[in-house]
């Protein structure tokens, strides 16, 4: 029985565990703490991977995905005009309660006054509220370790590797 077991053939790049190897990983974006913090309004843009969308008024809020928030003056419905968008790094998620936007900025919470749309505010940031993980959000794949030391990571992009990584999940 022993014989035969050990010439069962085996593919010395999938450990027992691991998903099967393509030739590609994940790899971490870092950003330092100060761009991480930064959080700025610039002129508003194309969406690119558009998430929640809430409502105050005649304006919408609308996430995209890891890259911060669009605000679109809604006053006329027929044809929205984009007014700015607000960088946050590594934002995922956003609500709204009154006059408060509560978003998250990689590990923090961050609240923002939008009483005045054209004058967003960071009211209070609470640092680490919001636990992060050190793998990419997908399933069955080969990815870079995070390097902590390098910064927070705020997103993740596959490459083309030519051996396995270290890590997998």
């Excluded at 991977?49 to 919408?60: A, F, Q, S, T």
């Excluded at 911060?68 to 006329?76: A, K, L, V, Y």
């Excluded at 505010?121 to 794949?141: F, G, L, M, T």
Aim: a neutral charge; charged letters at 25%.
């Amino acid at each position: 029985m022993l014989v035969v077991a050990a010439c069962e053939p085996r593919d010395s790049e999938t450990p027992a565990n691991g998903p099967r190897f393509d030739g590609t990983a994940y790899q971490p974006i870092y950003a330092s703490p100060a761009e991480l913090a930064r959080i700025e309004s610039q002129p508003g843009r194309a969406l690119r991977r558009p998430g929640k969308i809430y409502v105050k008024d005649n304006y919408l809020f609308v996430n995209d995905l890891g890259e911060g928030i669009h605000i679109i003056d809604n006053s006329d419905p027929a044809s929205p005009r984009k007014v700015s968008f607000l960088r946050i790094l590594a934002n995922y998620d956003m609500a709204v309660k009154g006059s408060y936007l509560y978003a998250d900025n990689a590990s923090d919470l961050v609240v923002l006054d939008i009483r005045d749309p054209l004058n967003i505010k960071v009211v209070k940031r609470i640092e680490k509220a919001i636990p992060q993980s050190d793998y990419p959000p997908y399933a069955n794949v080969w990815f870079e370790c995070v390097d902590k030391g390098k910064g927070a990571v705020v997103g993740w992009e596959k490459v083309n590797v030519s051996s396995p990584t270290a890590c997998f999940r």
